[in-house]
C-alpha cells in the first residue's frame, strides 16, 4: 500500500530524467494528458531538463524506495507559460505554467493521502 512508502522531496538531478522520462512517455502513449503524438526520446528529454534548469526554472521530484532501489513517484516543473504580450498581466514580464505528474502505478502515488 503506498501509504507504506516513505517519500522523498528534492531537487530533480540530471540522472532522475530516466525515471522522469517513463512518466512522460506513459503519459503520451497512454492518455490525453499529454499533447505529443510520439514518445520522448532520452536525448529530448535531457535537453528539456538542461533548458529547464538552465532558464531558471526548478524540476522538484518525488522519490521511494522500493526493492533498495530510489523511484520517481511523480515530478513537477515549472516553465514559461507563452512569451506573447497577452500573457504578460498586470506589469508582469512573463507567466508560468506549473506540471505535476505522478507514476502511472496507483501504489507509488498516495501523496497528500
Request: charged share 20%; glycine share 8%.
Amino acid at each position: 500500500m503506498a501509504s507504506e512508502f516513505q517519500y522523498t522531496y528534492r531537487a530533480a538531478k540530471e540522472e532522475d530524467v530516466a525515471g522522469i522520462n517513463v512518466i512522460v512517455n506513459y503519459e503520451v502513449q497512454e492518455s490525453v494528458n499529454n499533447f505529443n503524438y510520439s514518445p520522448r526520446s532520452q536525448e529530448d528529454a535531457l535537453t528539456w531538463y538542461t533548458n529547464t534548469i538552465n532558464g531558471g526554472y526548478p524540476i522538484l521530484v518525488a522519490t521511494i524506495v522500493v526493492d533498495d532501489q530510489e523511484v520517481i513517484a511523480g515530478y513537477s516543473s515549472l516553465g514559461s507559460f507563452r512569451q506573447k504580450d497577452g500573457y504578460k498581466l498586470y506589469g508582469c514580464t512573463e507567466t508560468w505554467t506549473i506540471s505535476p505528474h505522478t507514476h502511472m502505478d496507483p501504489t507509488l502515488t498516495s501523496f497528500g493521502s
